[in-house]
Each structure stands twice: as C-alpha cells, then as structure tokens.
C-alpha cells in the first residue's frame, strides 16, 4: 500500500546530540511536510519541500534543519536538542497540485534526556 | 494572526449518541476545511474535508460549514468508544504559504460504553 512512513517510532537522545528523523514515501507526492507538536497542542509546520524547493517557516529555529535527497525521502536534523524540542514529529505528504488534504505518516516520538 | 479555535473539552458523550465538535477561524478568506482524528499518542488521521457551505455527510461523519459565521462543525452519529479520540480543526488561509494548514488544538472526545 501507498503510505507515508516514519522512522525510528520512538527516538530518545541526548541534550545536545544531534539526531536526524526520517521520512520516507511512496506516494509520489509532490510536496512534503515536516510539522511539530507537542503533548495537547496543534501541530505546528516547522517547513516543507515543494519538489527540491525549501521552505521555512518564519518562527523555525536555526536548531532545525531538513534534506530532501529525492522524491520518496525527507529528513529533519536537529543539530543540537534541548529539553523544549521533545514532540512528535510528523511527517505529511500532498499531492502539490493544490488538493490537500495531507497525508500523515506514524510519526517519530522524540524524548531529549 | 490566523487561528483556529477549539473546545479542548473533554467532550463526553455516552455510546449511540450525537458528539458535535465545533471550529472557528478568523480568516474570512479561508477556502478548505478538514477534520483529522487523533488516537493519543498516534499520528492525525484525515476524517472528512469540506469547501462549500452546507453539509457533508460520510457515513457516519456531518461536516457543517458556515462562511458567513466562520465555523466548521462535526457530527458523529451513532457514537462509539472507538470514536473517543483528539479531533483536529484544519483551515487552509487565504494567503501566506499556499500550502500552510492551520490547526486547531483539537477537541478530546470520550464515548462512554
């Protein structure tokens, strides 16, 4: 089956150590998403790639940076975790011809110790 | 700022009857509307999307949306405990990034057997 798929599950690192999430997709889709969210709160769009072309959110930290190597992967770096950056991270995907909606992969449940 | 409110709840409702989940957003232009299902600790899962005013029914699933108002609703006939989960509001804005969604943080809803 087509799908949006995330690994690791579960990723626990430490303060400071970077670590690289990543986010894999067999849907052909244009465009994809890396959103954060945190335990009751909306996920937020941290950026995302149409095609190669990259787009950051305004209110990213610099902490934050991501590859799109080709069409099918996706990888969010975090070059030095703090405590506040513990979240799921999601990963989505859309077709980019204008017909959301996305389509979320499992996520990645990131604990900083 | 473009927001997106929700009820955080708890909503509860008791099994077979109707949960209705409500939205407002603030920007007049939005054009798309979406309802994601979340399963605590799992990724959002799409439920139903809705461009026009008026109703939208998908098995169970009533999405109401009211331009002139800006809200979104969801109805959820015939509830059950599998339904007891974080509903997500999601509105795409007029402006700003195409491809932005903004979500709301999400109603919890319990359907007590």
């Known amino acids: 089956d087509a799908m949006v798929i995330q690994n690791p599950r579960y990723q626990v690192t430490q303060f400071g150590k970077p670590v690289t999430l990543s986010c894999s997709q067999t849907?052909?889709?244009?465009?994809m998403y890396w959103y954060q969210q945190k335990s009751s709160q909306a996920p937020k769009l941290l950026f995302h790639y149409y095609d190669k072309d990259f787009n950051n959110e305004a209110d990213t930290p610099d902490n934050f940076q991501s590859r799109r190597p080709n069409t099918s992967f996706c990888f969010l770096d975090i070059r030095s975790p703090g405590l506040g950056d513990a979240a799921m991270y999601l990963c989505?995907?859309?077709?980019?011809?204008?017909?959301?909606?996305?389509?979320f992969g499992n996520g990645t449940r990131l604990t900083v110790t | 700022q473009k927001e997106v409110e929700q009820n955080s709840g708890p909503l509860s409702v008791p099994e077979g009857a109707i949960a209705s989940l409500n939205c407002t957003y603030s920007?007049?232009?939005?054009?798309?509307f979406f309802w994601y299902r979340q399963y605590s600790g799992k990724s959002p899962e799409l439920i139903m999307f809705?461009?026009?005013?008026g109703d939208k029914e998908d098995g169970r699933f009533t999405a109401q949306l009211n331009k002139a108002s800006q809200y979104v609703s969801l109805l959820i006939r015939d509830s059950q405990p599998s339904d007891s989960a974080t509903y997500l509001c999601?509105?795409?804005?007029?402006?700003?990034?195409?491809?932005?969604?903004?979500f709301g943080s999400g109603t919890q809803l319990t359907v007590l057997p």
């Open positions: 849907l052909n889709h244009n465009v």
């Open positions: 999601a509105v795409k804005p007029s402006s700003g990034s195409a491809r932005q969604l903004t």
């Open positions: 989505a995907t859309e077709t980019g011809t204008g017909g959301l909606p996305l389509h």
């Open positions: 920007d007049r232009g939005s054009q798309s």
């Open positions: 809705i461009y026009s005013n």
